[in-house]
């Protein structure tokens, strides 16, 4: 158990619908991290924050948004979703600000599925 | 910009046999690169990282990676597998970059079966 906690775990929605996805860090942990997994991509880095500010950008899309909350949990909000949507996003957390300084630790992700 | 090759989508190997998993990487500098593991229905667990210093690093579960700059690599090795260790195995690396982004970038993973 990596103490990051990712809710829901699997969420079916409709093109065109937004949806919410909800990460719980370790406890201590100042930083989040999203990432996006699909078969064609891998795993892609989206976003990081940290200590509630956002700290690093990826390959984000601009119908897609996160933030980080006082008490740290983060929420990644998606938009005008798409079928090439479907995948699994995760959820990392870690100590410090620079993931080369402290161990990224992942939770079980949310399978994302669009119709 | 920096990336990451992992050549092989898919290894089967016999418990018990050695493995090697390679990756090659891209980037300007020396990068800082890691090994992840995703088992089914889990979040990536980290193996190992290589950030300086002796190019030969220890990890958990009995892996081990060696850094050759000659040749853009970082592969991951095992002596003896167990069957508990087919999974998914993620390279990464990233720039000791001063600004920008700071996240991991994967290589597209190479799957690991075990054959009893």
């Known amino acids: 158990d990596s103490g990051v906690t990712q809710t829901p775990k699997h969420l079916i929605t409709a093109t065109g619908q937004r949806v919410t996805l909800r990460c719980s860090p370790r406890s201590g942990d100042l930083s989040v991290y999203w990432y996006q997994q699909s078969l064609d991509q891998g795993l892609q880095f989206l976003i990081q924050?940290?200590?509630?500010?956002?700290?690093a950008k990826g390959n984000i899309l601009e119908r897609f948004s996160a933030q980080q909350f006082p008490d740290l949990h983060s929420e990644l909000n998606l938009s005008s979703l798409e079928l090439g949507d479907s995948a699994l996003y995760f959820c990392a957390s870690s100590a410090g600000g620079r993931s080369l300084n402290s161990p990224l630790h992942f939770g079980n992700g949310t399978r994302l599925t669009v119709t | 910009a920096q990336s990451v090759t992992q050549p092989d989508i898919h290894i089967t190997v016999s418990e018990g046999a050695s493995l090697e998993l390679r990756c090659n990487y891209s980037y300007g500098a020396t990068p800082y690169l890691f090994w992840y593991v995703q088992s089914p229905g889990q979040g990536l667990q980290l193996l190992l990282k290589y950030f300086s210093g002796d190019t030969l690093v220890q990890g958990i579960k009995g892996f081990e990676a060696e850094f050759k700059r000659s040749q853009s690599s970082f592969n991951l090795r095992k002596p003896s597998v167990h069957w508990s260790d087919a999974a998914e195995y993620f390279c990464a690396v990233v720039g000791p970059s001063g600004g920008g982004a700071d996240g991991l970038t994967f290589g597209k993973g190479t799957h690991l079966i075990i054959q009893p």
């Open positions: 924050y940290y200590n509630g500010e956002e700290r």
